[in-house]
């Protein structure tokens, strides 16, 4: 079972991260509850592993 | 207010003002860090220069600070970049604090093994102080104090400067003229240039204050602390143990209020505590602009640093960004004069430098936008960057309180040459800069030639190498070799100002020599 990475597997994070939030741009609250949940449901679907899945939904909800 | 004693430099009387003086083949207008910088390598590579300065005193108040190693490695060809080390402060460590806690750590220059450290803090006066001298002494630069640019006239042949002066006005001729005055370049409003760009609304307080108790070291930034909750903070220290507080003030604070000493005291006392004293040195309210010249080269016009293009400063990329443009200007500027390259290679520090602008001006938005989010969303994701960092690296690497200033690529600049052995797996290729590297008892940037340079690994005598290139014999096997990813025979060629113009697995003199002349824009294989 793959753990939940915690080190950048980023090669270019700041590039990553601007296009992540310049995506939201222009967007009402309401449009960027809806992107991110698009977002995060092809995301997941991406990485597959269910057991990562809930652990970064865990992480996500305690810091 | 300030402990710095600013000397009037003298003022004498213009030979034109008695109908004297010839054209000039360079005149630079500004005595900022960039103009003098040029003056300085344009001596070394035999080109006599005027320099033109409207007051009579190195930079007032507070200016750029964070001198990147780069720009230290410029300067050490001139010998001030050890006054500059010795004089200023040395740091490769910064923090970031979320609130009350430190949330990262970060080390600039991970690896040993350069002649310089990443960055020396040291106001900009000092640097100034320093080229100033060295200009001076210079017998081909003559620098003119309170000599205020007033009109420019360009001719096919030459540009025509109006210059007033104590003593009336003056006509300066001069085959090409480099406008290093500033960002408010009245060189480039003589001429109506648009300068275009996006304009910030934030405002910042800096105070630059003595304080008279332990001083840290290290570059210190803080996202909503306790002292000033609604915003951030950036520590810096400088030399003569002065540091910079820069406070974020937000978009709807009255400046004038702000600069108050009693409000700036009032800042101060809540982030140092109620035992710590300082003395003020310099207090201002500031926005900034991101802003760039279509073009850098107007005819016979060249723009550089400021006037030519203007970042945030958040990762010290104003004066760094200057410095290296008339790095790459100079020994293309010194070809040019002395008949050895057509006109035409100057197009290339337009676009190189344009592109480096445009690296810079990039990097010191994103830097700006996570430091003031300009929506929701925005300030949703750095805040939860911030909050992850303390238990997920990767956050670390998301928060961003200025990218600091390296040298940019210049990817597929005409002058390079692309690689043609396939086998790299390391090594500064073709468009980016030079590492520098230990060799034998020193460094190899001081084994450099002035003009182009060609480093032979595990070859003694490589024979006569192309004229305009200095040969560098790179022996034994120690980091150098690791850096540059060598085998026996492996072999680069080294612009002036230390960019790689090509390299090759085994040196082939006619490869070189044809390197060579792309690189001086001569012919475009």
Known sequence: MT????TLNLARPDGVYNAIVDAHKGLSDEQCRDFDARLILLLANHIGDEAVIREALKEAAAT | MSSYEYRRYPYRRPPELEGEGARRPVVIVGAGMAGPTLALELAARGVRTVVLDEDDTVSVGSRSICQAKHSLEVWDRFGISQRMVDK???WEQGE????DRAIYRFNLQPEPGHKFPAFVNLQQYYVEEFLYERCLAEPAIEMRFRNKVVGVAPHPDHVAVDVDTPDGRYTLEAQW???CDGVRSPVRHMLGLPFEGEVFHDQFLIADIRLLDDLPKERRFWFYPPFHPTNSVLLHRQADNVLRVDFQLGRDADAEE???TENVDRRLRLMFGPEARWEHEWTSV???TCRMLQRFVHDRVIFAG?????????GARGGNGAIADVDNLAWKLALVVAGKAPAALLDSYCSERRAAARENILNSTRSTDFITPKFPASRAFRDAALTLAPEFPFARALINSGRLSVPTQQLESPLDTPDRDGDWVGGPGPGRAMLDAPVGNGWLIDRLGRDFSLLTFGKDDVGPVPSGATAVPVAGNGLAWQRYDSRPGTTYLIRPDRYVAGR???YDPVAVNAALDRAMGRSHA
Do not use: Q
């Open chain 1, 3 to 6: 753990a939940l990475r915690r």
């Open chain 2, 88 to 90: 200023g402060i040395t």
């Open chain 2, 96 to 99: 970031v604090y979320l609130r």
């Open chain 2, 177 to 179: 003229l480099v406008a």
């Open chain 2, 258 to 260: 702000e600069k108050k």
């Open chain 2, 286 to 288: 500031y926005t900034f």
């Open chain 2, 306 to 314: 400021d006037a030519a293009h203007v970042v945030s400063p958040f």
């Open chain 2, 504 to 506: 090759w697995r085994t």
